[in-house]
């Protein structure tokens, strides 16, 4: 009996990790920890699937020096047929219980849903770019910033 279940485990560990889950993630080292809000940093990502839902995430890393609870950015989306679109967002970093990302040691990593719903991209080459636009410039104590893609698996 023992030797069935630990065959029945094997084979729902194989199984299940058959599903592999589309992810696409880039990041931006921030040189001396300073963001400057005319450095508009820029992200490509090549989406193959028109049917598809994804999800979009501002992934953001930081020291726990960083100033504020929130963060505003420009987010600009460049499609396959050159039109732009820039959303001005501001992503919440905090709560009452403190940093809503991982943290280890003195650095938090956020990864901060863009849309609360998923979206729809053409087919082809799209090009986004994060810009912050917050009062402190150059925004201080910034480590890496970029984007994080999700395919949503129906």
């Not at 279940?5 to 880039?26: P, Q, R």
């Not at 931006?28 to 090549?46: C, G, M, R, V, Y």
């Not at 505003?72 to 990302?101: C, E, Y």
């Not at 729809?120 to 910034?142: A, H, S």
């Given at each position: ?81 050159k039109k732009a ?70």
């Amino acid at each position: 009996m023992k030797f069935s279940g630990y065959i029945i485990c094997i084979a729902v560990l194989f199984f299940s990790s058959c599903n592999t889950i589309d992810v696409h993630e880039k990041t931006t080292a921030i040189p001396k920890h300073e963001w400057n809000s005319n450095d508009s940093l820029p992200f490509t990502f090549i989406s193959s699937d028109s049917a598809a839902y994804y999800n979009i995430y501002f992934v953001f890393r930081h020291t726990e020096s960083y100033h504020f609870n929130n963060i505003w950015i420009d987010f600009t989306s460049v499609s396959p047929d050159k039109k732009a679109q820039t959303q001005r967002l501001n992503l919440q970093l905090t709560n009452v219980n403190g940093w809503l990302g991982a943290s280890m040691d003195d650095i938090i990593e956020q990864r901060v849903l863009l849309f609360g719903n998923p979206i729809k991209l053409n087919k082809g080459n799209y090009t986004f770019y994060i810009q912050q636009v917050m009062r402190e410039d150059p925004l201080q104590n910034i480590l890496n910033v970029g984007i994080r893609i999700e395919k949503i698996v129906q």
